[in-house]
């Protein structure tokens, strides 16, 4: 019996676990937060909202690169934003298709309140379409003989 392939939702592949820094702190904090997350990006939070994603690029082209100090130059002077967002119930193809038509590799996902639940990035995207590969190549390979 042929499985009925259904698409593959936001939520079936999104990280849970967002890490967040508020707008207003300094990007010598963000800096040592990524650090010690072993994370290249932050969601920039102000209240409970999603207001940009700070990346290391952000603040190396941005902040260093623009000679500020990064000890007085606020989070939010080099975020990126304003942030699209997907939602939990959308396709991952339809979340591919924003992330290239915008040139992000980031996608905060949002609940149907509007609350942050996950993040989605190209690597994210990338391990599922290897698996689809795989499950759909695996299906036409030989026998050796």
Known sequence: MDEEVRPMKLRDLMTSTVYTIGSE???????????ELSVGSLVVMRDDAVEGILTTWDMIAGCLGAGHDPHDCPVFRHMSSPVHTGRVDMEAVDA???MA????????????????????????????MEQLTRDLLGGWQRPVI
């Open 25 to 35: 702190q300094s990007i010598v904090n963000a800096a040592a937060q990524m650090r």
């Open 96 to 98: 591919a298709r924003v």
């Open 101 to 128: 038509e915008r040139g992000v590799s980031r996608l905060p996902v949002v609940d149907d309140s509007g609350t942050m639940v996950g993040i989605v990035t190209y690597a994210n995207l990338s391990r599922v």
